[in-house]
């Protein structure tokens, strides 16, 4: 079946840095991906929509600036987030649209310190 | 969305059936009923989805009643490795781009 890989599975990172994080669709074209973000014990929350090659559409209260999203290929879509402090540690989750359904990636868990 | 509505908990015996129900009173004709779990520290994945016919595969069950208010996922034979959080999920079957909206879930404990 489609497959999203997604890397890091996990990363802890200093207050202040930036964090790449990314999701390849390994044997399908992903126009549109969809990023979430889950605290503990909390449901996934969407964060973004992006379609290859134009630009994200937030969710409201979700900074476009702290979370920048590439989707420059059919093939990748990128999440960084930016000057990251403790509050941003969450499990971040991709997804991608294929077909008429959904297929996730496995996770990133982001700790920063 | 239609919204839906799940226990937040259930447990179940390993090796015995376990009967997840969702009620979604409000799922409008076009309006599919997905199930998606995640077990924990991993992304959701995917279980059955159907519209009003009963659906089965090696997975789950999915019945839906006829007034298609609510549904139940039947695991037949729950092992250790099903304890997760399983979502019900309604929505319109389109390629249109729209995510996917998660609600609370239920969390299943399967106990030996």
């Known amino acids: 079946g489609a497959v999203v890989s997604q890397h890091p599975s996990r990363v802890i990172c200093k207050s202040g840095t930036s964090v790449k994080i990314e999701c390849r669709s390994l044997?399908?074209?992903?126009?549109?991906m969809f990023w979430y973000r889950q605290f503990p014990k909390q449901s996934l929350m969407l964060m973004a929509t992006?379609?290859?090659?134009?630009?994200?559409?937030?969710e409201q209260g979700v900074e476009k600036d702290k979370f920048l999203i590439n989707h420059a290929s059919l093939t990748l879509s990128t999440l960084t987030v930016t000057s990251a402090h403790p509050e941003d540690s969450s499990f971040y989750i991709c997804?991608?649209?294929?077909?008429?359904?959904?297929?996730f990636g496995s996770g990133t868990r982001l700790t920063v310190v | 969305d239609a919204k839906t509505t799940q226990p937040p908990s259930m447990d179940c015996a390993e090796g015995r059936a376990a009967n997840l129900p969702c009620n979604h009173s409000?799922?409008?004709?076009?309006?599919?009923v997905y199930w998606y779990r995640q077990i924990h520290s991993q992304g959701p994945q995917y279980i059955i989805h159907?519209?009003?016919n009963n659906e089965t595969n090696e997975m789950a069950s999915l019945i839906i009643t006829e007034d298609r208010k609510s549904s139940t996922l039947i695991l037949p034979h729950a092992t250790l490795r099903d304890t997760a959080v399983y979502y019900c999920?309604?929505?319109?079957?389109?390629?249109?781009?729209?995510?996917?909206?998660f609600g609370k879930g239920t969390s299943l404990l399967v106990t030996p």
């Open positions: 992006s379609n290859e090659g134009s630009k994200a559409t937030y």
């Open positions: 159907g519209l009003k």
């Open positions: 997804s991608a649209l294929i077909g008429y359904g959904y297929t």
């Open positions: 409000t799922i409008s004709g076009n309006e599919y």
């Open positions: 044997d399908f074209q992903a126009t549109t």
């Open positions: 999920i309604v929505r319109a079957y389109s390629n249109s781009g729209y995510a996917l909206n």
